[in-house]
T-cell receptor
Framework: DQQVKQNSPSLSVQEGRISILNCDYT??????FLWYKKYPAEGPTFLIS?????DKNEDGRFTVFLNKSAKHLSLHIVPSQPGDSAVYFC?????????????FGKGTLLTVNP | NAGVTQTPKFQVLKTGQSMTLQCAQD?????MYWYRQDPGMGLRLIYY???????DKGEVPNGYNVSRLNKREFSLRLESAAPSQTSVYFC?????????????FGDGTRLSIL
């Protein structure tokens, strides 16, 4: 059973507009969430994270929102740039960091069109 | 800026052959991880090493062994390769153990088993 779900396999947006990538989870024990970006033939790169004690975390053009009651988080990229075109993975962990296991979603391919 | 280096980048094996995937990091990180990524799937943890001298099983450890050779190096061994182990393997490291620690990934080893 998938505990972290990224239901949109792909998303296409215009340069300069907002990209919104969504992630749902089922395990209520998850208390830390991370987003990774992956280019083809490269490893994932850490982008941004959020603890369950917060509902928003911002880093430049990237903002992650967490809605614990809905078990839903989203990554907003504003404004989107062609270089943001990549696969984005949502990941979650439980246990306040003592659990080393990250559970990853299947990823969403973002394409930003010039 | 090397970060996490994986060798080889590509490998083709025959069923039953053995193989060791190498991983080294130059960031003085304590913790290291091995993941596999299959088509249309997120990354799944095979084994991890919280610190030098320790290793533990992850989500999908069957058919694999690991060695934490020193603080820098963490190898993954397939004793008798099977077609189900065809995958892209990623090594990662983090400064300290914990699911709330951003992990730094290598560029992967693409392994095909015929």
């Amino acid at each position: 059973d998938q505990q972290v779900k990224q239901n949109s396999p792909s998303l296409s947006v215009q340069e300069g507009r907002i990209s919104i990538l969504n992630c749902d989870y089922t395990n209520s024990m998850f208390d830390y969430f991370l987003w990774y970006k992956k280019y083809p033939a490269e490893g994932p790169t850490f982008l941004i994270s959020i603890s369950s004690i917060k509902d928003k975390n911002e880093d430049g053009r990237f903002t992650v929102f967490l809605n614990k009651s809905a078990k839903h988080l989203s990554l907003h990229i504003v404004p989107s740039q062609p270089g943001d075109s990549a696969v984005y993975f949502c990941a979650a962990s439980a246990g306040g960091g003592s659990n080393y296991k990250l559970t990853f979603g299947k990823g969403t391919l973002l394409t930003v069109n010039p | 800026n090397a970060g996490v280096t994986q060798t080889p980048k590509f490998q083709v094996l025959k069923t039953g052959q053995s193989m060791t995937l190498q991983c080294a990091q130059d960031m003085n990180h304590n913790s290291m991880y091995w993941y596999r990524q299959d088509p249309g799937m997120g990354l799944r943890l095979i084994y991890y090493s919280a610190s030098e001298g320790t290793t533990d099983k992850g989500e999908v450890p069957n058919g694999y062994n690991v060695s934490r050779l020193n603080k820098r190096e963490f190898s993954l061994r397939l004793e008798s390769a099977a077609p189900s182990q065809t995958s892209v393997y990623f090594c990662a490291s983090s400064p300290v153990p914990g699911g709330n620690q951003p992990q730094h990934f290598g560029d992967g080893t693409r392994l095909s088993i015929l």
